[in-house]
């Protein structure tokens, strides 16, 4: 959708775009349930990137215990435990800028991937830069959908992150798809952005062909001796205006209530879910920082009326659709 068009959705009265978020919701999730993601670090700290926001840059003094990539067994105790909880997705995530066919920890991760893939859960992954070749041997591992997030504007993004560029995450993401996985990107609110920041980072999410399966809104989660630990807090109005918007740019995404749920009251995650969001990170821990218990979700959840998502382990990629002018996948033919 077209940076107008957002404006204009953006600029109604909340109760106005709500409406709106939730026509579109119910048209193509008539199901009421939401997906429950379980992630895991699977290699914490150390990361040679500055990202403003993130404990697990080598750049901040953070505090975190940097560790090496974790062990098969360990990754497979934890994601039998995230099913066995009602976890359909199982995400690894890992502090590095990206990774290299041909790198002992990269067999090393595929060779994890390839056995949680046969657990039932759809497996996430998020390992930073990707090229082609690498993006073709995590499809084949059994990797469902890969998780890149452009985070904010291209016109903000260098004054978040100055060690890569917005289309070095582009060209991965271009990768990623070509190599048929799902594409998981989104955001985070509270980057110093404007609202009209927000807006551009939907407009590049939604003009991905094919559209991204799911979509993550993080809220900053302060982190302490990182550059961005002072940041004002994002209210929990900023979260549901961006998930209606994501739901309408978006239909048939997964929108993601990420980050920063720790902060939000069970009213307010109530607001987003009826706004639009039908996913969480679930479990206590996200990647360094904290989430809600197992128990307080599962009780949310069932006051609420909705249900857990129940598992789609043979998930395949969305069809790219044929736009000669955007894109020529087929202008050969
Ligand atoms: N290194 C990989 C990368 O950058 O894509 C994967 C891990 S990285 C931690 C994944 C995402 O977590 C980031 O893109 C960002 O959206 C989110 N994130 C990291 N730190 C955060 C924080 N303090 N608050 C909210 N979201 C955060
Ligand atoms: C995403 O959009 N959010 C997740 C996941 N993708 C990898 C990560 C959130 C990290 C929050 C901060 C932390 O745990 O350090
Ligand atoms: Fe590294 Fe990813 Fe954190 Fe950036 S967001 S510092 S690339 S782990």
């Given at each position: 959708m077209k940076f107008q068009q957002l404006k204009e959705l953006f600029d109604l009265p909340l109760f106005d775009l709500i409406k709106k978020s939730r026509e579109v919701h119910d048209a193509n999730w008539s199901d009421n349930e939401i997906q429950l993601c379980t992630l895991l670090s699977i290699k914490t700290g150390g990361c040679s990137e500055d990202c403003s926001y993130c404990a697990q840059s080598s750049r901040h003094n953070s505090g975190i215990q940097v560790e090496r990539l974790m062990e098969k067994e360990e990754i497979l105790k934890r994601a039998q435990i995230a099913?066995?909880?009602?976890?359909?997705?199982?995400?690894?995530?890992?502090?590095?800028?990206?990774?290299?066919?041909g790198t002992k920890r990269f067999d090393q991760v595929v060779d994890t991937i390839r056995d949680v893939s046969k657990l039932g859960m759809e497996v996430c992954v998020t390992l930073g830069e990707l090229g082609p070749e690498e993006a073709e041997i995590l499809k084949e591992a059994g990797v469902t959908a890969y998780n890149h997030n452009l985070d904010t504007s291209r016109e903000h993004y260098p004054n978040i992150v100055t060690t890569h560029t917005y289309d070095d995450r582009l060209n991965t993401i271009r990768n990623a798809q070509d190599a048929g996985m799902s594409i998981c990107?989104?955001?985070?609110?509270?980057?110093?952005?404007?609202?009209?920041?927000?807006?551009k980072l939907i407009e590049v999410i939604s003009e991905f062909n094919p559209q991204p399966e799911s979509v993550p809104i993080n809220s900053l989660m302060p982190m302490p001796g990182t550059p961005?630990?002072?940041?004002?807090?994002?209210?929990?109005?900023?979260?549901?205006?961006?998930?209606?918007i994501a739901r309408i740019a978006v239909p048939k995404a997964k929108v993601r209530l990420s980050a920063g749920r720790t902060q939000i009251s069970e009213e307010g995650q109530a607001l987003c879910f009826f706004a639009g969001a039908n996913s969480i990170f679930y479990g206590d821990k996200l990647l360094t920082a904290s989430n809600p218990s197992v128990q307080k979700d599962l009780k949310l959840i069932s006051q609420l009326g909705l249900s857990a998502k129940q598992p789609n382990p043979n998930m395949e990629a969305p069809e790219r659709e044929c736009d000669r002018e955007l894109s020529p996948c087929c202008a050969a033919e």
């Amino acid at each position: 959708m077209k940076f107008q068009q957002l404006k204009e959705l953006f600029d109604l009265p909340l109760f106005d775009l709500i409406k709106k978020s939730r026509e579109v919701h119910d048209a193509n999730w008539s199901d009421n349930e939401i997906q429950l993601c379980t992630l895991l670090s699977i290699k914490t700290g150390g990361c040679s990137e500055d990202c403003s926001y993130c404990a697990q840059s080598s750049r901040h003094n953070s505090g975190i215990q940097v560790e090496r990539l974790m062990e098969k067994e360990e990754i497979l105790k934890r994601a039998q435990i995230a099913k066995d909880t009602g976890s359909t997705r199982f995400c690894m995530g890992a502090a590095w800028r990206g990774v290299r066919s041909g790198t002992k920890r990269f067999d090393q991760v595929v060779d994890t991937i390839r056995d949680v893939s046969k657990l039932g859960m759809e497996v996430c992954v998020t390992l930073g830069e990707l090229g082609p070749e690498e993006a073709e041997i995590l499809k084949e591992a059994g990797v469902t959908a890969y998780n890149h997030n452009l985070d904010t504007s291209r016109e903000h993004y260098p004054n978040i992150v100055t060690t890569h560029t917005y289309d070095d995450r582009l060209n991965t993401i271009r990768n990623a798809q070509d190599a048929g996985m799902s594409i998981c990107c989104g955001g985070i609110l509270g980057l110093g952005e404007t609202n009209d920041d927000r807006l551009k980072l939907i407009e590049v999410i939604s003009e991905f062909n094919p559209q991204p399966e799911s979509v993550p809104i993080n809220s900053l989660m302060p982190m302490p001796g990182t550059p961005l630990e002072g940041s004002d807090p994002v209210t929990v109005f900023d979260v549901v205006r961006m998930i209606a918007i994501a739901r309408i740019a978006v239909p048939k995404a997964k929108v993601r209530l990420s980050a920063g749920r720790t902060q939000i009251s069970e009213e307010g995650q109530a607001l987003c879910f009826f706004a639009g969001a039908n996913s969480i990170f679930y479990g206590d821990k996200l990647l360094t920082a904290s989430n809600p218990s197992v128990q307080k979700d599962l009780k949310l959840i069932s006051q609420l009326g909705l249900s857990a998502k129940q598992p789609n382990p043979n998930m395949e990629a969305p069809e790219r659709e044929c736009d000669r002018e955007l894109s020529p996948c087929c202008a050969a033919e």
